[in-house]
């Protein structure tokens, strides 16, 4: 039995007259623990109208929304917190505007950033790319030692990211990752993003 849970991340683009219906068939479809918003192209203003649209989907759902980049913009629009990376502005000053909602931080494959990220007060680490990845361009490699590592030494969960699917996820999750964050696993499957999440599900239980 593992504690391990989705951790869904949106498309790098997505249109907001078909999404909504789109992302409420995949929450409906199985577990998963959250949902980051992640438009890194998106005007504020675009970001904001997809907060609107998309939060109220998730938070109905019991599903933690969560917004990349911009822990200020996240307080300000009543998502559950903020996902930022190493580049991502004041992880300080992130943690004070959130006050009790969730912050993230993207730890790459860096034991020494994980610990600073701890201490600062983040509610979980994240550590990748564990794969290759379409999403992003991903500079840093980690590998599932460090999730062993983490997971045998501190209480604050992690979060496995870059590349994963149902075939390849069974390592991380024995190794001791407390959420896989996918994009592409469940948005791209042949069958449909709730396909995917059943999916993804399905090879969290089985590993």
Known sequence: MT???????TPPSIDLATFPDLLARALDAGDVACLQLRLKEAPRDDLRRAIDALRPIAQSREVAFLLNDDAELAAQTGCDGAHLGQ???DHARARTLLRDATLGITCHGSRHLAMDAGEMGADYVAFGAFFPTATKDAQHRAEPDILEWWSSLFEIPC???GGITAENCAPLVRAGADFLAVVGAVWN???GPAAGVRAMNAAISGA
Not at 3 to 8: I, M, N, S, V
């Open 87 to 89: 580049e991502d502005g």
């Open 3 to 9: 504690d391990c849970r989705l951790y869904l991340i």
């Open 189 to 191: 499957h042949p069958d």
């Open 159 to 161: 979060v496995a990211i």
